[in-house]
């Protein structure tokens, strides 16, 4: 599977998908919802897998709203239908997203993402 570098027309389509699923409003829900400042690293770790999996289960279920625009925006970064990709086992995925960081920088792709949020 070929993953392609983000390209700028990729924000608008990604935007209507933050809108769509409410990623702003799911992610102010949960962050600086605990006070970590006085807990020693081990809570603090265990607080943040707690909370990125509540994060992950809210956003799984809100994508049903916007599952066709996601899986557009996915099929257009691997030159892939959506019939196939419907059709991904979980692997797929995770080979999907390890290869969309390689083909983004890390930074430009945090950066990428915190500008369709905005």
């Given at each position: 599977?070929?993953?392609?570098?983000?390209?700028?027309?990729?924000l608008?389509?990604?935007?209507?998908?933050?809108?769509?699923?409410?990623?702003?409003g799911?992610?102010?829900?949960?962050?600086?919802?605990?006070?970590?400042?006085?807990?020693?690293?081990?809570?603090?770790?265990?607080?943040?897998?707690?909370?990125?999996?509540?994060?992950?289960?809210?956003?799984?279920?809100?994508a049903?709203?916007?599952?066709?625009?996601?899986?557009?925006?996915?099929?257009?970064l691997?030159?892939?239908?959506?019939?196939?990709?419907?059709?991904?086992?979980?692997?797929?995925?995770?080979?999907?997203?390890?290869?969309?960081?390689?083909?983004?920088?890390?930074?430009?792709?945090?950066?990428?993402?915190?500008?369709?949020?905005?």
């Open positions: 599977m070929e993953v392609r570098e983000l390209q700028f027309s990729d608008f389509q990604f935007a209507k998908i933050t809108k769509k699923v409410n990623i702003k799911i992610l102010k829900q949960f962050v600086g919802s605990v006070d970590t400042k006085n807990m020693a690293e081990e809570e603090v770790d265990k607080i943040s897998r707690e909370k990125g999996l509540e994060i992950i289960i809210s956003l799984f279920s809100e049903g709203d916007a599952e066709l625009e996601i899986m557009k925006f996915i099929g257009n691997c030159s892939t239908n959506i019939e196939t990709i419907q059709k991904w086992k979980f692997n797929d995925l995770k080979e999907f997203y390890t290869k969309l960081i390689e083909a983004n920088k890390n930074e430009d792709l945090i950066d990428f993402f915190k500008q369709a949020m905005n």
